[in-house]
Nanobody, 118 residues
Framework: QWQLVESGGGLVQSGGSLRLSCAAS????????IGWFRQAPGKEREGISC????????NYADSVKGRFTISSDNAKNTVYLQMDSLKPEDTGVYYC???????????WGQGTQVTVSS
């Protein structure tokens, strides 16, 4: 059964760091790109980062560029999102998703809450 499970969310002060994990089961990340998205209350879901299946390329939304880093450990079938210099506007539910590329996603996780206090 295909499954994506996010973890690592929590409450952090502004300027702090968190590392989110997205663990995949039932399929191999060797063949799927993984994207991270977030949704703040009352706002639309925002794509913030994506890493290719090989891990060789990654992209970031302007809102997180320079502060967030996406990485993958295909041996663990897990993708990480290192979030530094967090701001209150980074608050939201963070989701990971898997797809054949960074433009289409077929499988989604349940999300993990990130709250950044000012």
């Amino acid at each position: 059964q295909w499954q994506l499970v996010e973890s690592g969310g929590g409450l952090v002060q502004s300027g702090g760091s968190l590392r989110l994990s997205c663990a995949a089961s039932g399929f191999s990340l060797d063949y799927y790109a993984i994207g991270w998205f977030r949704q703040a209350p009352g706002k639309e879901r925002e794509g913030i980062s994506c890493i290719s299946s090989s891990g060789g390329s990654a992209n970031y939304a302007d809102s997180v560029k320079g502060r967030f880093t996406i990485s993958s450990d295909n041996a663990k079938n897990t993708v990480y999102l290192q979030m530094d210099s967090l701001k209150p506007e980074d608050t939201g539910v963070y989701y990971c998703a898997a797809g054949p590329g960074c433009r289409r996603y077929d499988y989604w996780g349940q999300g993990t809450q990130v709250t950044v206090s000012s």
